[in-house]
Structure formats: C-alpha cells, structure tokens
T-cell receptor, first 113, second 111 residues
Framework: EAQVTQNPRYLITVTGKKLTVTCSQNMNHEYMSWYRQDPGLGLRQIYYSMNVEVTDKGDVPEGYKVSRKEKRNFPLILESPSPNQTSLYFC????????????FGQGTRLTVV | LAKTTQPISMDSYEGQEVNITCSHNNIATNDYITWYQQFPSQGPRFIIQGYKTKVTNEVASLFIPADRKSSTLSLPRVSLSDTAVYYCLVGDEEGNTPLVFGKGTRLSVIA
C-alpha cells in the first residue's frame, strides 16, 4: 500500500531538548516536504527536497533542519525546540514535484512546554 | 509562483451543489491547477487537477475558463462528510515550483 509514515504521531517535549520526527515513503518519490499547520494560518511549508542530498527552505524554515540521505526518508530535526514550534506537522511526498497526487502522512502533533 | 485567492469559508446545506472559486490571475502557461481536501487533523488529499476547460472525476468537477485566471471546484450534492478545508494550488507540472498551500476554503455542510 502506498503510504507516507510519520513518527511519532504525538509528542510532548520540553524547551531545548532536541527531537527528530521521522518521515518515510514507499513510493520511490523524488519530492518530499514538511509542513506545519496552525489555526488560522493554513499549511506552511518548512523545507522541501527534490531528491537525495537536495533540500531547500520553504516559507518557515527557522528553527528546523532536514536531511535527505536516502530517497525514502526525510526526517525533520528540531535542534532546540521552543514553545512557538508547538504545531501539527505533516510530511508529504510526490513524484518529481509534480502537482499530481501528493501523498501526506498522518501528521505529528508536537507540544513544546 | 502564481498566487491564489479563495474565499475563507462557505456554508451549504446537504444535497446542494457547492462551487468554490479560486482566483489565480498570474498563472503561467505551464501551470496546472490542483485541488486538495483536508479533514481536521488529517493530511490533505488530492481531489482533482486540470489545465483548461473541464475535468470531472467521481468526486468533483473542475471548470477552468479560457483565460485560466480562475477555476471553480464543483462538488455535486454535498453531504455532511464533505465538511473540510479545500485548497487550490497552481504550479508547474514539470515540477519547477514547490507545493505551496494557502489557507484554503473552509466548507461547512449543514443538515
């Protein structure tokens, strides 16, 4: 089954404690991206990757890091989380940035206290 | 990157046809128009995509006028389960622009 898998689904952490949210896809997609969603602000893109070892900043990259060492994985790293990073995060993948059928993960609800 | 404008929210009764219009005045020649649906706490889901005229699938229809400066997503006979946020995206089918979502249109279907 084609899918994008994020882990964990829920996470509560403390300010400053480094964390990683994993994202994995099984569709051999070139393009992967991370979004955060906050009430009233819609989906905002954090980072995206067009292929292995190629990443670019989205609209709100501050405070986040990503890496794309393998095609299937695109982890989101928060080196020093702060309360303003409390949000719902989504990972997505699609074929070569095409606008057809981007697939999204189930979401990760992160709370930073 | 073509900017899109949609209504913030819409209300409809069950069984009615709902039309959500998206404005994209600076759409480029190579750009396609794509719509996604998002339920609360879930990731967006692809609904339909088109380039010009009309596209129809089992879920919705997409109407695009000749100048392509706007598009209309049509949902026939909505039900309560169609309550969701609908996003209009415009981008290059070859993948030269990232997948950027706006705030979408929040559709509320009332019994």
């Amino acid at each position: 089954e084609a899918q994008v898998t994020q882990n964990p689904r829920y996470l509560i952490t403390v300010t400053g404690k480094k964390l990683t949210v994993t994202c994995s896809q099984n569709m051999n997609h070139e393009y992967m991206s991370w979004y955060r969603q906050d009430p009233g602000l819609g989906l905002r893109q954090i980072y995206y990757s067009m292929n292995v070892e190629v990443t670019d900043k989205g609209d709100v990259p501050e405070g986040y890091k990503v890496s794309r060492k393998e095609k299937r994985n695109f982890p989101l790293i928060l080196e020093s989380p702060s309360p303003n990073q409390t949000s719902l995060y989504f990972c997505a993948s699609s074929s070569a940035l095409r606008y057809t059928e981007a697939f999204f993960g189930q979401g990760t609800r992160l709370t930073v206290v | 990157l073509a900017k899109t404008t949609q209504p913030i929210s819409m209300d409809s009764y069950e069984g009615q046809e709902v039309n959500i219009t998206c404005s994209h005045n600076n759409i480029a020649t190579n750009d396609y128009i794509t719509w996604y649906q998002q339920f609360p706490s879930q990731g967006p889901r692809f609904i339909i995509q088109g380039y010009k005229t009309k596209v129809t699938n089992e879920v919705a229809s997409l109407f695009i006028p000749a100048d392509r400066k706007s598009s209309t997503l049509s949902l026939p006979r909505v039900s309560l389960s169609d309550t969701a946020v609908y996003y209009c995206l415009v981008g290059d089918e070859e993948g030269n622009t990232p997948l950027v979502f706006g705030k979408g249109t929040r559709l509320s279907v009332i019994a």
